[in-house]
């Protein structure tokens, strides 16, 4: 217990002066200021380029997603999520321990032994799929769903609606991200900036009021035109779920069949069957998951086309 009290301890006290550090001076692997740079740029691609002209720069629940992209992105991690994942890995490698193993006998693949290039391709394809499941889970789980659904209840998409997610969403993608990366070593700081920011900047854009599909790379990379699909409140008849799974990459929808995008979306409405009763402000969407005992409505959306 004494050990797990230390990692309590160490957790908060460094992970605060990293955050000073994140505020106070900048460096390339700069996640704060990071942040900031590619929002500010994203939105200005929106104003200079809007899909839907009608929308206002500062659109509904432009200023609740602002603070839910500062608080996910660093509050959150300060309250729960440094504690948890370094307590999670403690118990995992204690009980490894427990039968004589230790993380580093999982290591599959250690991506100094490729080509550079090569081995940042490797890592950002293995975390890029696993969080494709993983948002498949969410969708499919209804205890997960509850979670999602603060995510998807964005009324009009904007960059900022892509870090509005319940604090239990990071909980899920890391705890279920840890094993399959523990398989995958040699890569350093410089290597997990370079794909954070590569997966912000492509989550931003597909949230975006952007009309861009990039073309033939559509079938390779996540973008507005179809990410808009995935928020739809009218789920097509063939699915149950969902549609356009996809965090960074599309390629995993068209592989297994879940992409959607039957008609330009740009006017589609988006939530889910239900969200008139959904929190409007943060707190109660935060608590609404966890004090909600029996749904009013089910945690499926509407599985219906317009006609």
Known sequence: MEKY????????VGYFNYLLDEITRFHWENYFYGLI???????????????????????????????????????LNLIVLIFLSN??????????????????????????????GLGLLVFFLVSDFVQWNTHRLLHSVPILWKFHQVHHSVKEMGFAAHLRYHWMEPVVYKSILYIPLAIIGGFDVTDVAIVHFTAL??????????????????YIFNNPKMHIWHHAKVLPKHTKYGVNYGI?????????????????????????DGDE???????????????????????IRVQKEKS
């Open 277 to 299: 009763q959904f929190p409007q402000h943060f707190i109660h969407q935060s608590i609404y998951p966890i004090k909600t005992k029996k749904r009013k409505y089910p945690y």
């Open 37 to 75: 740079v590619v929002s500010v740029v994203v939105w200005l691609l929106e104003l200079l380029f809007p899909w839907r002209k009608n929308q206002k720069v500062f659109r509904k629940d432009f200023w609740l997603d602002t603070f839910y992209m500062f608080f996910n992105f660093f509050l």
């Open 201 to 218: 900047t492509i989550g931003h854009l597909n949230h975006a009021n952007l009309g861009w599909d990039y073309g033939i790379l559509k």
């Open 248 to 272: 960074s990459l599309s390629i995993w929808d068209y592989l297994f069949g879940t992409n959607h995008i039957p008609h330009n979306g740009r006017d589609i409405e988006l939530g889910f």
């Open 87 to 116: 307590a999670t890995a403690a118990v995992f490698n204690d009980f490894l321990g427990l039968v004589g193993l230790h993380v580093s006998d999982f290591e599959l693949l250690n991506v100094d032994a490729l080509p550079y």
């Open 5 to 12: 009290f230390q990692i309590f301890k160490d957790s908060y």
